[in-house]
């Protein structure tokens, strides 16, 4: 059974940065593609960042040139990094791997 456990999340001041790791179990985040995606309230679920089996990377609009998605392998962990925290960017976290999701974490940013 796959498992995915985010963490890290929290209030955060506008400016600031946080990183969220997510944790794999039953399947090695090596093998297929991990997405971050979130949810702010009212909306829709916007995607965030993808690492893929190879490496490659991709960043949504909101969070280019200020985002960093990395994969560690010895962990079974993928770590979404933000710099630069906008109100916005206020809502749920969420891994995704194929067909499983995390439970989400929330992140507030608020002065």
């Known amino acids: 059974q796959v498992q995915l456990v985010e963490s890290g999340g929290g209030l955060v001041q506008p400016g600031g940065s946080l990183r969220l790791p997510c944790a794999a179990s039953g399947r090695a985040v090596s093998s297929e593609n991990v997405q971050w995606y979130r949810q702010a309230p009212g909306k829709g679920r916007e995607l965030v960042a993808v690492i893929g089996h190879l490496g490659t990377t991709l960043y949504g609009d909101s969070v280019k040139g200020r985002s960093t998605i990395s994969r560690d392998n010895a962990t079974n962990t993928v770590h979404l990094q933000i710099n630069n925290l906008k109100p916005e960017a206020t809502a749920i976290y969420y891994c995704?791997?194929?067909?499983?999701w995390g439970q989400g974490n929330q992140v507030t940013v608020t002065s």
């Open positions: 995704n791997l194929t067909l499983y």
